[in-house]
């Protein structure tokens, strides 16, 4: 489970808040060390906002806890990136397959095959990630307030 801390900046009728987090750097900051890095702490923004749910009632200003089921995560991950992969090569073997009932090469038929494979993947991909079901699965969640109205210096009251 991914758990990050954050103060709450908006709130959109108290069931969803926008969150500033700090960025996390996917190479561990050794950018300016070794030249041929990843290049991912290049970014001048040190915080993101991210729109989440607010079952907990959080206020803008507060400090809190936002968690990420890292399952549910790594299975949308699957369905979204699998998915056309998989569609993209049955569609090329089908192409090639199907080459001799239409009389065309094997490759153009491999080939059209995958693309109609990829066409039909991402529309069904696209259904599947408008559906609400599947949004409120992967979406992260405030579970505590940390500290109320965080943003103010001297506020240290929590609930």
């Known amino acids: 489970m991914t758990e990050r801390t954050g103060i709450v900046v908006k709130t959109e009728n108290n069931t969803y808040a926008h969150v500033a987090t700090d960025r996390k750097s996917a190479c561990g900051g050794g950018c300016h060390v070794i030249k041929s890095a990843c290049y991912g702490c290049l970014s001048t923004s040190t915080k993101v906002i991210s729109k989440v749910a607010n079952p907990v009632g959080a206020k803008v200003g507060d400090l809190v806890k936002i968690k990420l089921s890292a399952s549910k995560l790594y299975t949308a991950a699957a369905i979204f990136y699998l998915l056309p992969v998989m569609a993209i090569m049955i569609g090329g073997l089908s192409g090639t397959y199907t080459s001799e009932l239409f009389s065309i ?55």
Request: net charge positive; proline share 5%.
């Open 105 to 159: 090469s094997e490759n153009l038929a491999s080939i059209g095959g995958a693309s109609i494979g990829l066409a039909i993947a991402l529309i069904i991909v696209t259904i599947i990630g408008r559906l609400p079901m599947v949004g409120k699965q992967i979406e992260p969640v405030i579970t505590a307030i940390v500290e109320l109205n965080a943003a103010q210096p001297g506020s240290r009251s929590t609930r």
